[in-house]
């Protein structure tokens, strides 16, 4: 279908844009939704009852001219889910896509689905989205045929007119039949993910919106400076809040000295509970001078809070694990190892990795009328006001979120911290209170993706067939913080609340299907000195894990394959097809398939890696590396360039083979495959959080750095497989995208940079210095 | 407090505020502008971007004081007669932005790169842009994005010229 225009982007996503005037700002009235439309008791000024699923007209609203509003609970963190939930809504609905809209995440006006995570949007939540519209069609269906006289079975629907098949001059609009009216249809299922009415879903070759790529509605906004964004928010007598936090992690706080703000222009107040301080002024800029003036009196903690980030390997080797996870165990690995040719063992270190968010964690509260209302961009809205009501002891339908845009949220970002700090402070103040956090503070205090330190051990026989391969991992997991938790946001911990037992954290495995015969997975976690008050707390990070574990299993699977002399792609496709059983969603196949789909793409001539080393100054190399995430599957191929007198690497060139099943938007799934994979390229080039014994000490853009345009490879290729070994299924499922292609990316660059130099670069991140080292003790 | 005058967007406007403020947040807070955010307020990422005579600013570390009388362009200001910038334009026909929080230092840097250079190469459009940062790595697109409005542009002058 063509693009829809800007004119209607401007009109639909005006729906969207919440108004963020104090008059405005008041969930669905500020959505545009007339009155009588709105889930009973969801509007106006509060409380603020949960809505009800059940209800039909809680998803969906019709208006008289034809377009129609779904309501989602879901937030769009920049991958165009928002898009993608129309295209599925408006095809089972049977309504032109221009004609619709999509409000998001906002606790008040939609259905509590959780926000977003895991990449589940279409996976999970798209299907009770699919099922609510299916049955809003057969109810308007059957509105039509009382109506017109025609039976159901007699009528066509195309875009919102339903007219007879026999006669098509009988014909009535969705907006003439239920326009300005509400549907009042009971849904049923246990929960919201099984909400469904009693009309069957579409099979998929019957859907005409789903696989096509309308433009996104949120871009317009966001490239004409028209987009209002959760710091955007303004109220009226609203205050702007700056944090002080701990200089040195683990310190307790001794003493304020108000005095040295007193004097600042706009101060109002400093608020203190236990470790946490805050500094309140009428301007921002005043509350960010007060907040580095104000005079803090801080006690260091007796001992060490962790080792300096350069000791953090050796520590976690041998540290006492706090838990294990569960051991997977295949065969008789010990014995196959034994009796084997040849055994190699390696470890791979992989640093704490933030969020660092471009934009710092922040939110606005409003208190007004022994209410709360919220506004921020966090990914889990529902779980942020439930938490905050429990914080502050507020029953539930006194507090809302609003869900607005912002900086870029994979998982458990500071925005959960934000969001509790901006409700304490404005509960506390009685006004609207702003809050964000410095540079520093996010880079500094953000939650990290855990540290691991990995052994891999494999055996090959005679022929350089993998006969056992074991993997042990350690990971600095230790508390690993929930979402919204109101024991362990960083403001409870810092007020002195928190859970009488941190939680147990992980240790993940590798996600593959290869075949072998003798296997073992285990790992445990292990704690770092400070537990609770400490910046390095570890929480999800875009695919949590997943490119900690795949750069090893990936990396190592590369150095068998080396071992053995073979093509690491043929190695991968002999480990794959070496067994034939396979799950309900063909993972098996789907895996062979986008392994064989990457090679064929890039240009991939077979041959043992690493590669005869080139003569000049620019070595180059490619590498594959593989994983899947619940059904999804990704293979990565990186084309590098090692600058053997600098250590530098650019990948110029990047293949991803990638089966998420069906696919709703196919120019949405790219970009967000393009940017995730180089994220998880930033990942793997750059980011490390550094630390010494009291503090971080990776505080900004140059001591964290990130990936840049500079970076960026020359050309990037995205291959959309369907691997389903029977691709017409009327069912085809739509399965999850985004963080799968995470995974494999450091190992992809890693293994390419073998397959340039012969060196092997078994630590995170690959910057010159660490590549340079390498090269030189390896004669390079 | 000092009253300072500023000329934003092509309107005068007139504001209370201390003289060493920040830019931005006189911007912001004080005349609603969204275009430019709040990223680092060191320089480093480019969030607060401006155009200042041409030249792609960091709003974030220029004190409102030293750009009193100065011309200075938003994000807002970019589109002419209700008409978006080609570069606006070649940041939705690419479908450039994730979260979209970088884009305006993106597109006021690009800005002031193709004023300075029409035609940049591939390795002029890396280097011009890397010191403006974006978390959700949409890069490769920007730069799509980037030779595309360089080459409408391109054609909307030469057309200029034939007309003339
Ligand atoms: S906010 Fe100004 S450069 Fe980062
Ligand atoms: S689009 Fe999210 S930071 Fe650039």
Known sequence: ?780 | MSTIKLTVNGEARTVEAEPSTPLLYVLRNDLDLRGPRFGCGLGQCGACTVLIKGEAVRSCVRPVSSVQGAEITTLEGLARGGVLHPLQQAWIDEQVPQCGFCQNGQILTAKALLDRNPNPTDAEIREGMSRTLCRCMTYYRIQAAIKRAATAMQSTRSGNQEVR
């Open chain 1, 1 to 780: 279908m063509s693009a829809p225009s800007r004119r209607d982007f401007l009109r639909t996503s005006g729906m969207l844009v919440v108004g963020v005037s104090a008059a405005s700002v008041a969930g669905a009235d500020s959505l545009g939704l007339a009155a009588g439309q709105r889930t009973a008791g969801a509007q106006g000024p509060g409380p603020y009852p949960d809505v009800d699923f059940r209800q039909l007209d809680s998803w969906i609203v019709v208006r008289a001219d034809g377009t129609a509003t779904f309501h989602v609970g879901k937030t769009d963190l920049g991958q165009g889910t928002g898009t993608a939930f129309r295209q599925i809504m408006a095809d089972e609905l049977d309504i032109a896509y221009d004609k619709t809209s999509c409000v998001m995440g906002s606790t008040d006006v939609t259905v509590d689905q959780g926000g977003s995570g895991g990449s589940d949007a279409l996976q999970t939540d798209g299907w009770p989205m699919r099922r609510v519209a299916a049955e809003a069609r057969r109810v308007l269906l059957e509105m039509a045929s009382s109506r017109l006289g025609v039976p159901v079975e007699g009528m066509v629907v195309s875009d919102g007119v339903v007219s007879a098949a026999a006669d098509p001059s009988k014909r009535v609009t969705y907006g003439e039949l239920i326009g300005g009216k509400r549907f009042n249809v009971t849904l049923s299922g246990a929960n919201v993910d099984a909400t469904t009415g009693v009309a069957p879903l579409k099979a998929v070759q019957q859907l005409k919106i789903v696989g096509t790529s309308p433009q996104r509605y949120d871009i317009p906004p966001k490239v004409d400076g028209t987009a209002k964004w959760a710091v955007d928010v303004k109220l009226p007598g609203m205050l702007h809040a700056r944090n002080v936090k701990p200089p040195v992690a683990g310190a307790t706080l001794v003493s304020i000295d108000e005095s040295s703000v007193r004097g600042v222009p706009g101060f109002v107040k400093v608020v203190s509970q236990g470790n946490y301080v805050a500094v309140v002024c009428e301007r921002e800029e005043q509350a960010i001078r007060a907040a580095r003036q104000l005079k803090v009196n801080w006690k260091k903690p007796a001992t060490a809070p962790f080792p300096a980030s350069e000791d953090l390997f050796t520590y976690m080797r041998s540290a006492t694990p706090t838990s294990a996870a569960k051991p997977v165990i295949v065969g008789d690995p010990d014995a196959a190892r034994a009796g084997a040719a040849r055994v190699i063992e390696a470890d791979y270190d992989v640093p704490f990795q933030g969020h660092t968010a471009i934009g710092p964690a922040h939110a606005t509260a409003d208190p007004r009328n022994d209410q709360l209302t919220i506004y921020s961009n966090d990914m889990k809205s529902y779980g942020l006001r439930n938490g905050v009501a429990r914080f502050l002891d507020m029953p539930r339908d006194r507090v809302r979120v609003v869900w607005m845009e912002g900086p870029q949220a994979y998982g458990r970002t500071a925005a959960d911290d934000a969001g509790f700090e901006a409700a304490l402070l404005a509960k506390e103040l009685g006004r609207p209170v702003r809050v964000q956090w410095m540079r520093q503070e996010e880079t500094a205090w953000d939650t990290k993706g855990p540290a691991y330190a990995v052994r891999m051990r494999g055996a090959l026989d005679t022929q350089g067939h993998v006969v056992s391969l074991e993997y042990d991992a350690r990971a600095a997991d230790h508390n690993h913080l929930g979402y919204n938790e109101f024991d362990t946001v960083l403001v409870a911990q810092l007020t002195g609340r928190r859970k009488a037992q941190p939680a147990a954290g992980r240790a993940s495995y590798p996600s593959d299907m290869y075949a072998i015969p003798n296997r073992r997975m285990s790992g445990s976690v292990v704690p770092l000195p400070l537990v609770w008050e400490t910046p390095l707390r570890t929480g999800n990070l875009r695919d949590p894990d997943g490119p900690q574990v795949t750069f090893a299993s990936e990396s190592f699977i590369d150095e068998l394959a080396a071992a053995a002399k073979a093509d690491p792609v043929a190695f991968r496709l002999q480990l794959l097809t070496a067994a034939r059983d396979d799950d309900g969603g063909f993972r098996r196949a789907r895996s062979i398939a986008c392994v064989k789909a990457a090679a064929e793409k890039f240009g991939w001539d077979p041959r043992p890696s690493p590669k005869p080393r080139d003569s000049g100054d620019i070595l180059t190399g490619r590498g594959i590396a593989y994983a899947y995430r619940s059904q999804t599957i990704a293979v990565e191929i990186a084309e590098v360039e090692v600058n053997r007198r600098t250590g530098h690497v650019w990948v110029r060139r990047l293949v991803c083979a990638h089966d998420c099943g069906l696919v709703v938007n196919p120019e949405g799934l790219r970009r967000t495959i393009e940017c995730g994979m180089l994220h998880s390229l930033s990942r793997a080039l750059h980011e490390e959080v550094r630390f010494d014994t009291e503090k971080v000490t990776s505080v900004d853009w140059i001591t964290h750095p990130t990936l840049t345009h500079a970076d960026t490879p020359g050309v990037i290729d995205v291959v959309i497989v369907n691997g389903d070994p029977n691709p017409s299924r009327p069912d085809l499922p739509h399965y999850g995208a985004g963080e799968t292609v995470c995974k494999p990316m450091l190992a992809a660059v890693a293994n390419a940079i073998f397959d340039a130099t012969g060196v092997r670069i078994r630590r995170v991140p690959f910057r010159d210095a660490r590549v340079l080292a390498a090269l030189k003790a390896a004669g390079v």
